[in-house]
């Protein structure tokens, strides 16, 4: 069965740096766009990046652009999220998504498949 393992999570203040990674089993990685989304407590999940399955394109949220960077390696099934500059409103539980040669959209309900996420708190 499929399966994205999120890591990297954890404890950081603001201004600091974190790296998520996702591994994918169970699914041919190379033609899934690849995302990450994240939610807070009381909001409703939102789209943090992407990058394609074909051609390697990136997308971000304004609200993240400029201080995340979203990469995928192929030959080894994963999906990294480098986080810099890290502020308290980027607190949230971050989820790893995969879409089936999909692109072009910021909606969760395209995504075919989901991690269990991996909680990032930024303290000020």
């Known amino acids: 069965q499929v399966q994205l393992v999120e890591s990297g999570g954890g404890l950081v203040q603001a201004g600091d740096s974190l790296k998520l990674s996702c591994a994918a089993s169970?699914?041919?990685?190379?033609?899934?766009?690849m995302a990450w989304f994240r939610q807070a407590p009381g909001k409703e999940r939102e789209f943090v990046a992407a990058?394609?399955?074909?051609?390697?394109?990136?997308d971000y949220s304004e609200s993240v652009k400029g201080r995340f960077t979203i990469s995928r390696d192929n030959a080894k099934n994963t999906v990294i999220l480098q986080m810099n500059s890290l502020k308290p409103e980027d607190t949230a539980n971050y989820y790893c998504?995969?879409?089936?040669?999909?692109?072009?959209?910021?909606?969760?309900?395209?995504?075919?498949?989901w991690g269990q996420g991996t909680q990032v708190t930024v303290s000020s």
């Open positions: 990058v394609s399955w074909i051609g390697g394109s990136t």
């Open positions: 998504a995969a879409y089936y040669k999909g692109w072009g959209t910021n909606s969760g309900y395209e995504y075919d498949y």
């Open positions: 169970g699914l041919t990685f190379r033609i899934y766009t």
